[in-house]
């Protein structure tokens, strides 16, 4: 079975073009309910990978006091690799199948209030360089709705300034054009114009530290959480949600859902009717408020 989870992550990260992210989760979850049924890094039979070893792991994944969307991506993982089995004939059946998955508590996305986001952007005056580059990130973060994987991969390829245009890459490698605000792109500029980059290769990273690499994940994060504590009542705002306040905020003055749907690149609508609840909550709030009955 270990032999088979090697071939399904390659098969997976070549034909379904996973991310590393995913991948890493992938490996860990199916790793640790191997590791349950013949112990660390031991060989497991074909004959071990059965309901009750899984129905077991799950139990495993809440003893650690993990939540419930831990256990559904590990069952996600767990079917996956099941079928890639039985097709490959390495099961018979498909032992996950018979497993439910549990259910998860409906969790509204969290935005930022778009007076007080615009006021603390428009606070950022510093005029060095990490402070450019900090207000330029955060600006085309809320300015086009992007994940911060996607933030932290932008090359200088994919900045078109003539259209204000992005090209971005999401999740499972697929690529979208979006639009950016005159203000997000003149914060780029400046950015850029103080750190002397000019024009740049195309391959280069559009945010990079102060020696030159690529920004990651954790530092965009760091960014985000000390620039606009304020905003969030010292709470930690994060990444995403700038994407949050980005489409909840379109969708308050009147922009269509698919509209949203493709400036996030999501694959199905359903994830995005999410921020329609958002919005509902808003007008229920406000109505309470106003009505003289309500």
Same mark, same amino acid.
């Given at each position: 079975?270990?032999?088979?989870?090697? %071939?399904?992550?390659?098969?997976?990260?070549?034909?379904?073009?996973? *991310?590393?992210?995913?991948?890493?989760?992938?490996?860990?979850?199916?790793?640790?309910?191997?590791?349950?049924?013949?112990?660390?890094?031991?060989?497991?039979?074909?004959?071990?990978?059965?309901?009750?070893?899984?129905?077991?792991?799950?139990?495993?994944?809440?003893?650690?006091?993990?939540?419930?969307?831990?256990?559904?991506?590990? %069952?996600?993982?767990?079917?996956?690799?099941?079928?890639?089995?039985?097709?490959?004939?390495?099961?018979?059946?498909?032992?996950?199948?018979?497993?439910?998955?549990?259910? %998860?508590?409906?969790?509204?996305?969290?935005?930022?209030?778009?007076?007080?986001?615009?006021?603390?952007?428009?606070?950022? /005056?510093?005029?060095?360089?990490?402070?450019?580059?900090?207000?330029?990130?955060?600006?085309?973060?809320? *300015?086009?709705?992007?994940?911060?994987?996607?933030? /932290?991969?932008?090359?200088?390829?994919?900045?078109?300034?003539?259209?204000?245009?992005?090209?971005?890459?999401?999740?499972?490698?697929?690529?979208?054009?979006?639009?950016?605000?005159?203000?997000?792109?003149?914060?780029?500029?400046?950015?850029?114009?103080?750190? $002397?980059?000019?024009?740049?290769?195309?391959?280069?990273?559009?945010?990079?530290?102060?020696?030159?690499?690529? %920004?990651?994940?954790? /530092?965009?994060?760091?960014?985000?959480?000390?620039?606009?504590?304020?905003?969030?009542?010292?709470?930690?705002?994060?990444?995403?949600?700038?994407?949050? *306040?980005?489409?909840?905020?379109?969708?308050?003055? $009147?922009?269509?859902?698919?509209?949203?749907?493709?400036?996030?690149?999501?694959?199905?609508?359903?994830?995005?009717?999410?921020?329609?609840?958002?919005?509902?909550?808003?007008?229920?709030?406000?109505?309470?408020?106003?009505?003289?009955?309500?």
């Amino acid at each position: 079975m270990r032999e088979a989870l090697e %071939l399904f992550l390659s098969e997976f990260a070549a034909q379904r073009r996973g *991310s590393a992210h995913t991948l890493a989760a992938y490996r860990r979850d199916i790793g640790r309910a191997l590791d349950l049924a013949g112990g660390v890094d031991r060989p497991v039979p074909a004959s071990a990978w059965t309901r009750e070893l899984l129905e077991r792991a799950l139990r495993e994944i809440y003893r650690r006091g993990q939540a419930a969307a831990s256990a559904a991506r590990a %069952l996600a993982a767990w079917r996956s690799f099941s079928r890639f089995c039985v097709r490959r004939g390495v099961l018979d059946h498909d032992p996950a199948r018979a497993i439910t998955f549990p259910r %998860l508590p409906r969790r509204l996305p969290r935005t930022l209030p778009s007076l007080d986001l615009g006021a603390a952007l428009d606070r950022m /005056t510093g005029e060095d360089p990490a402070s450019l580059r900090d207000r330029a990130l955060i600006e085309i973060a809320y *300015s086009a709705g992007l994940r911060v994987s996607e933030l /932290t991969g932008l090359n200088r390829g994919d900045v078109d300034r003539a259209g204000r245009l992005l090209r971005v890459r999401g999740k499972g490698r697929r690529e979208r054009i979006v639009p950016v605000g005159e203000g997000a792109f003149a914060a780029l500029d400046r950015y850029l114009a103080a750190a $002397g980059r000019g024009a740049g290769r195309a391959d280069e990273p559009v945010f990079a530290g102060g020696r030159g690499p690529r %920004l990651s994940n954790r /530092t965009v994060q760091r960014v985000v959480r000390r620039r606009l504590a304020e905003v969030a009542g010292g709470l930690g705002v994060t990444p995403h949600a700038l994407r949050h *306040s980005f489409a909840s905020h379109l969708l308050d003055r $009147g922009a269509d859902l698919r509209a949203i749907q493709e400036l996030l690149g999501h694959r199905s609508l359903a994830s995005t009717q999410v921020y329609t609840h958002v919005s509902t909550a808003r007008l229920r709030k406000a109505y309470e408020q106003a009505h003289p009955r309500a």
